[in-house]
């Protein structure tokens, strides 16, 4: 038998596609199971559009960053970046498992505290950090302050000086390196609003080492997310070595700390398979070293920031299919319940996803379909020309590779509101951010 999009089930064994969670399956009727519950029932108890992750997933995809990373180099810093998806029960699981947090913005930082994350464990990063914003990193004592710009860095060092106290920052740098992925989230190049240019950061270390409220640890730079080429990663690298370097012979700079950001690829589309953690981590760690030794730079700690490649593949997203429109000859629409409200991806970035049937995992996928949303845009399609048994209403569509991106790009867009989300753990399900309601949308209208 095979299953959607023509994995075959392998006697007896049958386990879900490689892009589910960990531990995923197909149980005797054909249905998925995540955590090891149905996800046909999570979807009828629960309601749909729903998001369920495994917290197992994300714990194992934790410990392959520590093993891959901290076991080659053991000063290494491992950050969840918040912003993949960030809500308390994440924040508990990746402290619980060592990890710190890169936050983006006054939000992020409160739900971490109110998670207990240890905040000398989070880095505040972001482009155009308010007053308010800055000041609570102070009040907080974050472990780092990663400063982008001049404007910041004379604010900041006012507000310490204010407060008497010395504050650990970094700098973010852009080492213009293109990493071949899509343009909205390419971040490391020239034309870029994010960080120093190399001369105006050289800038910002004179100023920086005559700033007795902060203290610069080190440089920070991440040049895109969905990076499935190494050699970006390696020439970022370089570039930034050689700019420490600089900084030493020029200014007497000792680098201590080296944040090399987030951006590892994770598999969306059984076709497309990014390297392994391991293999990213064995090609950065060993040039750090090799590097650092020609350059004679002391071995700097090292951070990296996975956002996607630590949540992506831990969840998947659960519609409910309703109205079946085919055009013949054209193409045949299978509607579900939620859409870009949910999942901006696929109309932001042209994302692909490989949907499968929930309760029919194992069916022939000899259909062909367009997945679309149920909101007011032409452009509301979650995933093109898929294949699948043939779709009826009630049928329950689920996308994996869902844990990053989705749930914190969401939108009330057309009234709607925003899907619960579930965790799963050995056979237990909780709610760990509810349904929103139209009474939550009618909160904030003050008519
Ligand atoms: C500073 C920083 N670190 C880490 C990340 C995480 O990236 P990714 O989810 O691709 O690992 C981002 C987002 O692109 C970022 O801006
Ligand atoms: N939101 C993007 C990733 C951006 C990463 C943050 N700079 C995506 O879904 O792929």
Redesign the pocket.
């Given at each position: 038998m095979t299953a959607s999009c023509g994995i075959a089930i392998m006697g007896g064994m049958k386990n879900a596609p490689l892009f589910f969670p960990l531990g995923s399956t197909i149980d005797d009727n054909g249905h998925l199971r995540i955590g090891g519950l149905d996800a046909v029932e999570l979807a009828k108890e629960y309601g749909t559009p729903l998001y369920v992750f495994d917290e197992n997933d994300i714990r194992e995809r934790c410990r392959e960053f520590k093993r891959e990373f901290a076991g080659r180099y053991p000063a290494t810093h491992i950050a969840f970046?918040g912003?993949?998806c960030l809500n308390k029960a994440i924040a508990k699981v990746v402290a619980s498992e060592g990890f710190g947090l890169?936050v983006v913005s006054g939000g992020e930082l409160e739900i971490a505290r109110s998670a207990g994350f240890p905040t000398n464990q989070i880095y505040f990063?972001g482009n155009n950090k308010s007053d308010a914003e800055l000041e609570m990193a102070l009040e907080y004592k974050v472990g780092r302050i990663v400063v982008d710009n001049f404007y910041e860095l004379s604010r900041l060092d006012a507000m310490a000086a204010r407060r008497g106290v010395k504050a650990d920052i970094m700098f973010r740098i852009k080492p213009g390196i293109d990493p071949h992925t899509h343009a909205k989230?390419t971040?490391g190049n020239i034309d870029s609003k994010f960080g120093f240019g190399l001369d105006d950061a050289a800038d910002a270390v004179a100023r920086a080492m005559k700033c007795g409220n902060l203290k610069l640890t080190g440089f920070h730079y991440?040049i895109?997310?969905?990076i499935f080429e190494i050699q970006p990663f390696l020439d970022a690298l370089k570039t930034t070595l050689e700019f420490m370097a600089r900084m030493k012979r020029e200014l007497g700079f000792i680098t201590e700390e080296l944040d090399a950001?987030?951006?590892?690829a994770v598999q969306y589309l059984s076709g497309a398979q990014p390297p392994a953690i391991g293999e990213y981590a064995e090609a950065i760690v060993s040039l750090l070293r090799s590097e650092c030794h020609r350059l004679g730079l002391a071995l700097p700690k090292l951070s990296v920031?996975?956002?996607?490649?630590t949540v992506a593949r831990s969840a998947v997203a659960l519609y409910t299919v309703g109205a079946i429109k085919d055009i013949p000859g054209v193409r045949c629409y299978a509607c579900v319940d939620g859409g870009m409200a949910d999942n901006i991806r696929p109309a932001l970035y042209c994302s692909q996803y490989e949907p499968y049937l929930a309760n029919r995992m194992a069916d022939y996928a000899d259909q062909t379909y367009t997945i679309a949303g149920r909101f007011c845009e032409s452009g509301d399609i979650l995933a093109n020309d898929v294949k699948l048994p043939e779709v009826k209403p009630g049928d329950i569509l689920v996308m994996p590779v869902s844990g990053?991106y989705s749930i914190p790009m969401s939108s009330n867009y057309n009234a709607f509101c925003r899907p619960a989300v579930v965790m799963v753990k050995d056979g237990q399900a909780r709610i760990i951010k509810r349904r929103e309601t139209v009474e939550d949308l009618l909160r904030t209208d003050l008519g």
């Open positions: 970046a912003k993949a890169d990063h989230i971040t991440h895109g997310s969905q950001g987030g951006g590892y920031e996975p956002g996607r490649a990053a």
